[in-house]
């Protein structure tokens, strides 16, 4: 869950009032989706150090 908050809280949420396009969303879910692996990897690392 740790890597969940992270990663929302590094994204960030739109401005208020913005319309978002589907390919907004696949874009960020995208971007997510690797820095959340990303993180996932170097606490991996730090574990096994």
């Given amino acids: ?3 969940v908050t992270a ?3 590094e ?3 739109p401005a208020a009032g913005t319309s978002l396009t589907v390919p907004d969303v696949l ?3 995208t971007w997510a989706r690797a820095r ?3 993180l996932a ?3 991996t ?3 096994r150090a």
């Fill in 1 to 3: 869950m740790d890597t």
């Fill in 7 to 9: 990663v929302v809280t």
């Fill in 11 to 13: 994204h960030g949420a």
């Fill in 27 to 29: 874009e960020a879910e």
């Fill in 36 to 38: 959340a692996r990303e």
């Fill in 41 to 43: 990897a170097k606490a």
């Fill in 45 to 47: 690392a730090e574990a």
